[in-house]
């Protein structure tokens, strides 16, 4: 029986993942063997030794001690990809919004009064301040040609514009699905220079933090759009009320609203909505799922984002998996040992990324306690896992 810990309402269709039969799912759980949570922010939890894996359902993974897991060769499992729609969808959301001007024309439309024939008439005298522009003749900037920025990119060319985007270490799978009429940047300077609306699509790091700063927003045409439903951090907020200001950018667009943006009357804040649809939650509560179950029944590790991607069939033997640092020789230690153990290795599996190797073997016969400590005494390896 494995025991799953949720520290936040995960969506019934990703716990029906996990049958009752050898999963215990609760809020309060001891001694838990996984941890599965949306935004629940983890870095001051003690977090129990039982832990084996820890599943986030959702993309973005800074509300976990994902160094502090990697040192005791725990992975840490995302859903990349499974909202990718709902945030596509919000950014396209927010890009139409700006070109027409829509919250301003809502707040006007709101605040009249009068007969009907006084708010006809005020309608006609004021519509002219909320003047917009269409999408076809504008270019759009995709930094990040992910899950979402790909979606994002294909779509604005199905609305008629043109699109240039960047990223230097775009995935293969992201590659075949981009369209073709999508331009590549050389590099992020380039791709303001082009583009009258960039949104951002990175994760929040030290290389990615104020990526959009002052002196790439005055690379851009006059009148510009910035949508960021990423992470706060990657903008540089002053550069950009700045340019609002000065009327350089027509708009910003943020999930991530604080004080300053809210007070802007060119700032189109949303209040982190852009994962949230129904459809987007049940489809990272199921991938993250999938992954843990997989993880703690087979070793087999999909989408973790602090260890390769590692996955061997069954073959009906013994299997064992090992988290090590990404040294040489520990799995030329591993084998000698089994070797001495009399254990005939049936099939293994090492990959390796960064820091981290990991390692799946299927032995032909039960492995003893006394082999196990000995694989377990070898320096550099993080965790060891026995799945008979």
Request: a negative charge; one cysteine or more; glycine letters at 10%.
């Amino acid at each position: 029986m494995y025991k799953i810990l949720t520290l936040n309402n995960i969506s019934i269709k990703g716990l029906q993942r996990l049958p009752r039969e050898t999963y215990e799912v609760a809020s309060e759980i001891g001694h838990p063997d996984a941890i599965l949570l949306r935004s629940y922010k983890m870095h001051d939890m003690e977090i129990p030794e039982t832990v084996v894996a820890i599943g986030r359902a959702g993309a973005g993974v800074n509300n976990i001690p994902v160094d502090k897991m990697t040192q005791r060769g725990v992975p840490v499992f995302n859903a990349p990809g499974a909202n990718a729609n709902a945030v596509k969808e919000l950014v396209l959301t927010g890009l139409l919004m700006a070109a027409r001007n829509v919250p301003g024309a809502m707040r006007f439309a709101a605040g009249l009064n009068g007969s009907d024939d006084e708010v006809s008439k005020a309608v006609e005298a004021g519509k002219k301040n909320f003047v917009g522009f269409e999408l076809p003749s504008k270019t759009l900037g995709v930094i990040g040609l992910g899950a979402i920025g790909l979606r994002v990119a294909n779509a604005a060319l199905s609305l008629g514009m043109k699109v240039v985007g960047y990223d230097p270490q775009i995935s293969v799978e992201s590659a075949w699905q981009l369209s073709s009429g999508v331009e590549q940047a050389v590099s992020i300077d380039h791709l303001f220079s082009k583009s009258d609306a960039v949104t951002v699509h990175v994760p929040l790091l030290d290389a990615t933090r104020a990526i959009v700063n002052a002196e790439r927003i005055k690379m851009m045409p006059r009148g510009g759009v910035i949508v960021n439903l990423a992470r706060g951090g990657i903008c540089d907020e002053a550069a950009v009320l700045a340019a609002l200001d000065n009327g350089h950018l027509h708009a910003y667009v943020a999930d991530f609203p604080n004080n300053a943006l809210l007070k802007h009357d060119k700032v189109i804040a949303f209040p982190h909505l852009g994962a949230s649809t129904d459809e987007a939650e049940e489809n990272c509560a199921i991938m993250v799922a999938d992954n843990v179950r997989e993880y703690l029944e087979n070793g087999n590790v999909l989408k973790a984002v602090n260890f390769p991607d590692a996955v061997m069939p069954r073959n009906g033997g013994h299997r064992i998996t090992i988290a090590n640092a990404n040294v040489p020789n520990i799995v030329g230690q591993v084998t000698t040992i089994l070797a001495a153990a009399n254990q005939n290795i049936a099939d293994l599996l090492n990959k390796s990324r960064g820091n981290v190797a990991y390692t799946i073997i299927d032995l032909d016969h039960e492995i003893s306690d006394e082999t196990l400590g000995k694989i377990r005494g070898i320096e550099g390896v993080l965790s060891l896992r026995y799945l008979g």
